[in-house]
Every structure is written in C-alpha cells, then in structure tokens.
C-alpha cells in the first residue's frame, strides 16, 4: 500500500476564497485519483489523472476546480472561489499498478463558512 | 446512471458471528468490485477487490461476486468489535485506463462484545 500524506489535515476558508489541497509525497504512480465525501453521503470521484494529464472527471469537477502536477511529484488540488456545498472530506487516491486498486490518502477537511 | 446500492444498516451482529453484507450495482458491463472499511472520520480503507465470480477469501474476509445477479457480498467471519466501522462498497463500471469507482452510501457495521 503507497505511503499519501495530504495537507492540510482541516481547511477552514470563507465562501469565495481559493483552496489549494495537497497530495505528497507522490512517486511512480501512473494513476491518480481524487475523490470528495460530503459529511454522511457517499465517496464521488471527482476527477483522475494519467500520466500527468486529465483522464476522466465527473460533473462535480467544473471550471471552479483545478489540479495540478507543479513539480512532478506533488498532486494539487484548487477550488477558485469555495461554495458552501464544497465543505467535504476530500481524498486523494494513487494506484501504482493500474487503474484499479485505489488506496485512499487520509483526507482534507474543508469548511467552508 | 451507474448506481450502487448498500443496505445502510446498522447492522448488528455478537462478537464471533459472521457479519453478511451485500451491494448490488446497476452497471452489467461491471468489470471489478471493490470492499472499503470507513472508521468515522477517517479515509476509506481497501479492504478486498474481486473481479471473477465466486468467492475470494483473504484472512476471516470473504468477497463473492454474481455477475448475472449484479450482486457483491463481503463476508466477515469471528467478528470483532474493531471490525465496527462503516463498509463501503464500490464499482468500476468502464474498464480499461478510466478507473474511477462508484461507492455506495455503505453498510454501517456494529459488532457487539
């Protein structure tokens, strides 16, 4: 199982503010996930990344979301101007084999008040 | 739209017994299937993956897949208390490189002394 840190372990941001959520260290993993969970629903696949570009993203992942490889190991994610329903855990997940096997990063808090 | 769906429980067993959980998903193409367990407030955390029909054990763990049925169980045999936690369930419906999953709301598991 690949060792994921993410930072920060809680974000709290005012509505409208820009969030930046890492994944770190990342090394030799070809797939790359995120994931968010709003309190008490399910896990929703934001969007993946191959080979360092966009693979797939879901409907979740509009022009307000952004990720990034800034220096060919960190994941980041960026939220441009936080809503109220963007308050969720989110998680990032690298596979290093394949697409398949995702093993979830211990998660961001966001609050967004 | 590909749904999963869990039964979310709780479901409550005595500490020694085997706790049944079940998923179905909409998705026939569906080519693996995933088991997650959620403590509260942490990540999910992969448990069991099973791509063939029939049973995969792995320790007191057993998955079992039905393909014509649509339907994925994960057994737990001898439970303990530390098994309490919630049991996500998740699906790749598109093969290939597009890896991302669709989870279930989960199974929240409570495993009496």
């Known amino acids: 199982e690949p060792e994921v840190t993410q930072t920060p372990s809680h974000q709290v941001t005012q509505m409208g503010q820009e969030v930046i959520l890492r994944c770190v260290p990342i090394s030799n993993h070809l797939y790359f996930y995120w994931y968010r969970q709003i309190l008490g629903q399910k896990v929703e696949f934001l969007v993946s990344?191959?080979?360092?570009?966009?693979?797939?993203k879901s409907e979740i992942f509009d022009d307000q979301f952004s990720v990034e490889r800034p220096d060919g190991s960190n994941f980041t994610l960026k939220i441009r101007s936080t809503k109220l329903e963007d308050s969720a855990m989110y998680f990032c997940?690298?596979?290093?084999?394949?697409?398949?096997?995702?093993?979830f990063g211990p998660g961001t808090r966001l609050t967004v008040l | 739209q590909k749904e999963v769906e869990q039964n979310s429980g709780p479901l409550s067993v005595p500490e020694g017994a085997i706790a049944s959980l079940n998923c179905t998903y909409s998705?026939?193409?569906?080519?693996?299937f995933f088991w997650y367990r959620q403590y509260s407030g942490k990540s999910p955390e992969l448990i069991m993956f099973i791509y063939s029909n029939g049973d995969k054990e792995d320790g007191r763990f057993t998955a079992q897949l039905n393909k014509a049925s649509q339907y994925v169980s994960l057994l737990i045999r001898d439970s303990q208390p530390s098994d309490s936690a919630t049991y996500l369930c998740a699906v790749n419906p598109y093969g290939g490189s597009q890896g991302n999953l669709i989870f279930g709301k989960g199974t929240k598991l409570s495993v009496k002394p």
């Open positions: 997940a690298p596979n290093p084999g394949g697409p398949d096997t995702q093993y």
């Open positions: 998705d026939r193409g569906s080519q693996s």
């Open positions: 990344f191959y080979n360092n570009e966009i693979s797939e």
